[in-house]
């Protein structure tokens, strides 16, 4: 009988088991529940069942600074998981492949319902060109948190209008927002995002268990969608949207 030991040079070793994180999927998983009850508020403002001023109220525009926040540092914390745990290019361009053509989906859906606002550079459109400068940039090390401050402070300091068409906002050197459902330029989210990376590689390195600790049984469904963050995005709005629409209908 042949034994499946290290003693026994012709039988590969199976690779070491993946730590899971559910900490941080349930942090992620809370984010984009809050991300759906922001978009709950916005469908009921638009269907004229509430009056709200969701681009001007800062009730509402804190929340979605907040909302943004928590979402790009979960991604960037994410990616410095994946750089640890030697996550090959093929693999990296397959998932930037499924947000890229889940952002074009946003903004053909959107410009569908809102042809003169439509989302041109959204959340996932942001994330999509920040995992590759996340990718490239994981060596930085802590010149991430340099990085990150740069790109938070630089629409501050400085900005042009060649940069407020539709073809250059997505930098966000803008002198004034786009009308657009939702805008989110690469600067200053970046920043969050390099943050997320350099507090990742920190706490991996010497705090591992505030993320590979255990949840709380009460908890362990946050964690499972969280991992599924991508698909509960593409659908909560669209059904949010419907329900209401049909509501609407009935209504009137």
Request: charged share 15%; glycine share 8%; hydrophobic share 55%.
């Amino acid at each position: 009988m042949i034994r499946l030991t290290p003693a026994n040079p012709e039988i590969p070793a199976p690779p070491p088991e993946r730590q899971r994180f559910d900490r941080l999927d349930a942090l992620r998983a809370v984010a984009i529940v809050w991300m759906a009850m922001f978009h709950f508020g916005f469908d009921l403002n638009h269907f004229g069942f509430t009056r709200q001023n969701f681009y001007a109220d800062p009730f509402w525009t804190t929340q979605r600074t907040c909302i943004l926040s928590v979402f790009l540092f979960c991604a960037g914390l994410g990616q410095a998981i994946a750089v640890e745990q030697g996550q090959a290019w093929p693999r990296f361009w397959r998932r930037w492949a499924q947000v890229a053509a889940c952002a074009v989906a946003v903004s053909l859906g959107s410009w569908f319902v809102f042809p003169r606002s439509f989302i041109s550079f959204g959340v996932l459109h942001c994330i999509a060109l920040a995992l590759i400068a996340m990718r490239l940039s994981a060596g930085a090390g802590r010149g991430l948190w340099l990085l990150g401050l740069v790109a938070l402070l630089l629409p501050r300091v400085w900005h042009d209008p060649w940069f407020d068409s539709r073809f250059t906002n997505w930098v966000g050197l803008v002198t004034r927002k786009p009308v657009a459902e939702d805008y989110v330029p690469l600067l200053p989210w970046l920043g969050v995002m390099w943050w997320g990376m350099a507090a990742g590689q920190w706490v991996l390195a010497r705090r591992r268990h505030w993320l590979t600790g255990r949840l709380p049984a009460c908890l362990e469904p946050l964690a499972v969608l969280g991992r599924w963050s991508l698909s509960f995005y593409m659908l909560h709005q669209p059904l949010l949207f419907g329900v209401l629409m049909a509501v609407n209908a009935l209504r009137h």
